[in-house]
């Protein structure tokens, strides 16, 4: 069964700094692309980063561009986002997603983690 | 940026069909999927590659896409479709993945 199950959310202060992880189970995770989604509270789903298959090509939102990093660990199956110099405009839920091969959709989903940015 | 429109809300009574659409600049190029979002969970892909279904989604769920507008139509809609719906594709000319504002859901 392939899980995807995301951990690092909490509060922070504005300026500071969060790491997210997405552990993965169930599937090769070296054979998958995969993505960051955020959601703030009550609002729409917002892509936020990719990262290929052995982490040698990211993509960015130009919203987090910069601030953000995305990186994968293919050998303890995990993903990352590295999220600095935060704002309360990055306050949202923070999902991490499978992307299905060849088409650009997300075929599995994390629960999600909280990440609010706030003095 | 690439720019995806849905209606805020669509309202169908039980057993009627519901259709949501997503506009886009010859979206019809595109390949098109859509997400089904309950109130609390993480979203559920329910059509991908404009029309087809991951195993174990409903065949009432079928989409179409053409010109500058893709549907997604629920048929025989039942109390547990009510859900937010968003569409989405890949902006080949930016590489960004890019997401409709979404569409409520509301079975009467």
């Known amino acids: 069964e392939v899980q995807l199950v995301e951990s690092g959310g909490g509060l922070v202060q504005p300026g500071g700094s969060l790491r997210l992880s997405c552990a993965a189970s169930?599937?090769?995770?070296?054979?998958?692309?995969m993505h960051w989604v955020r959601q703030v509270p009550g609002k729409g789903l917002v892509w936020v980063s990719r990262?290929?298959?052995?982490?040698?090509?990211?993509r960015y939102a130009d919203s987090v561009k910069g601030r953000f990093t995305i990186s994968r660990d293919n050998a303890n199956n995990t993903l990352y986002l590295q999220m600095n110099s935060l704002s309360a405009e990055d306050t949202a839920v923070y999902y991490c997603?499978?992307?299905?091969?060849?088409?650009?959709?997300?075929?599995?989903w994390g629960q999600g983690t909280l990440v609010t940015v706030s003095s | 940026s690439y720019v995806l429109t849905q209606p805020p809300s669509v309202s169908v009574a039980p057993g009627q069909t519901a259709r949501i659409t997503c506009g886009g600049n010859?979206?019809?190029?595109?390949?098109v999927h859509w997400y089904q979002q309950k109130s609390g969970q993480a979203p559920v892909l329910v059509v991908y590659?404009?029309?087809d279904r991951p195993s174990g989604i409903p065949e009432r769920f079928s989409g179409s896409n053409s010109g500058n507008t893709a549907t997604l139509t629920i048929s025989r809609v039942e109390a547990g479709d009510e859900a937010d719906y968003y569409c989405?594709?890949?902006?080949?000319?930016?590489?960004?993945?890019?997401f409709g504002g979404g569409t409520k859901v509301t079975v009467l």
């Open positions: 010859n979206i019809g190029s595109k390949s």
């Open positions: 990262i290929n298959y052995d982490g040698s090509s990211t």
């Open positions: 590659d404009d029309s």
């Open positions: 989405q594709v890949w902006d080949r000319s930016s590489d960004h993945w890019v």
């Open positions: 997603a499978r992307d299905l091969p060849s088409d650009g959709s997300f075929d599995f």
């Open positions: 169930g599937f090769t995770f070296s054979n998958y692309w």
